[in-house]
């Protein structure tokens, strides 16, 4: 059985060598003892309350119970940007105008941005490929939004995710060699294993502060300013399902979009509900539901089928002693499907 769970010191080992299989363009799951290791003390600080909200970042795993092994991991930044810098481009507008000659031009730019700063942020998704069918993918990545329904006082009313860019079949990114080569002289993987370690202060002394024309840009890199890489483009869609959207914000190195969203208006937070647990079978006509205790120092959550917006739920006894709870506990349910398109 999976359970998804709150990060433990001793699961170090198994994110390690998942952050290998990860590869280039995930800056917040690099194969570095000493980041990920300080990255997962950060967590258990976060669920334990013994660091301030904005300082928290919330890792959640998805662990197979049968042998304890690690299937999964994603992640929330309780906020961006205010220990060190968190930079986008932001995509604009310049207006070139003659009455004389007769002459008006609209021209895209890119602004170097720290606009931002101080969101929440969803990030750290990847699921290990062997586990990349049914609905885990899914679930693991909505097991966030649930997470944040429980505990919305936690979180900024704005929450972000940037999304990986477009890279082709050899891993090289359009973007990056089209621009970002020319001001660091360095290779892409190069620089974003920089950032991952929190080196960032050469973004501010090597990149322009002064807008940067599109129509200047290799048409290649020009071409996947706001793509993403083709296997975040069911991630992208998911997000987009529960009320994330792209507001014109990019990578500064791989031009992936930054999707965003008011934590009010997700659909986590506007569907979910509360019920009183019991044990037993479900009757009626049930769903795949998304099922979380409400306990922060020991956050757990399953994936069953049981009736929608139901204020009491039955689970088996199994699934109890996976969520921590007993009969009489209170829990929180999200169907795991948008009402819209229940194939999505």
Not at 113 to 130: H, M, Y
Not at 210 to 221: G, H, I, N
Not at 258 to 277: N, P, T
Request: charged content about 25%; aromatic content about 8%; some cysteine.
């Amino acid at each position: 059985m999976l359970v998804i769970r709150a990060v433990k010191t001793d699961d170090l080992d198994a994110l390690i060598e998942m952050a290998r299989q990860a590869g280039s363009g995930m800056t917040t799951l690099k194969p570095d003892r000493k980041m990920l290791g300080d990255r997962v003390a950060t967590a258990v600080a976060s669920f334990n309350e013994t660091i301030p909200p904005e300082q928290r970042d919330y890792m959640f795993v998805l662990e197979h119970t049968d042998n304890g092994s690690i299937a999964g991991v994603c992640a929330i930044k309780g906020a961006v940007g205010l220990t060190e810098p968190f930079y986008n481009y932001r995509i604009g507008t310049l207006v070139h105008c003659s009455r004389e000659l007769n002459v008006f031009t609209r021209m895209e730019t890119l602004y170097l941005s720290n606009d931002l700063t101080g969101a929440s942020e969803l990030c750290s998704l990847f699921l290990l490929p062997q586990y990349r069918a049914g609905f885990n993918g899914k679930w693991l990545s909505k097991s966030r939004f649930l997470f944040i329904a429980q505990f919305q006082h936690l979180f900024t009313e704005k929450i972000i995710a940037e999304m990986r860019g477009f890279q082709d079949e050899n891993g090289v990114s359009p973007f990056y060699e089209g621009l970002g080569r020319h001001f660091f002289k360095m290779d892409f993987d190069h620089v974003d294993g920089l950032t991952a370690i929190g080196k960032k202060s050469f973004i501010a002394e090597l990149m322009p502060r002064q807008p940067l024309y599109v129509d200047y840009l290799p048409e290649s890199a020009r071409d996947v300013i706001g793509k993403v890489h083709t296997s975040t483009l069911p991630a992208r869609k998911l997000l987009e399902n529960e009320g994330m959207h792209y507001e014109g914000y990019v990578d500064i190195f791989d031009a992936g979009p930054v999707l965003q969203g008011r934590v009010s208006e997700l659909r986590a937070v506007r569907d979910s509900v509360l019920a009183i647990v019991e044990e037993g079978h479900a009757e009626g006509e049930t769903d795949h539901l998304l099922v979380s205790n409400t306990k922060l120092t020991d956050f757990r959550m399953i994936l069953t089928r049981a009736v929608p917006g139901a204020t009491r739920i039955a689970l088996s006894a199994q699934e109890l002693s996976q969520l921590h709870v007993q009969a009489g506990d209170e829990v929180r349910t999200l169907p795991l499907n948008t009402r819209k398109n229940a194939n999505a």
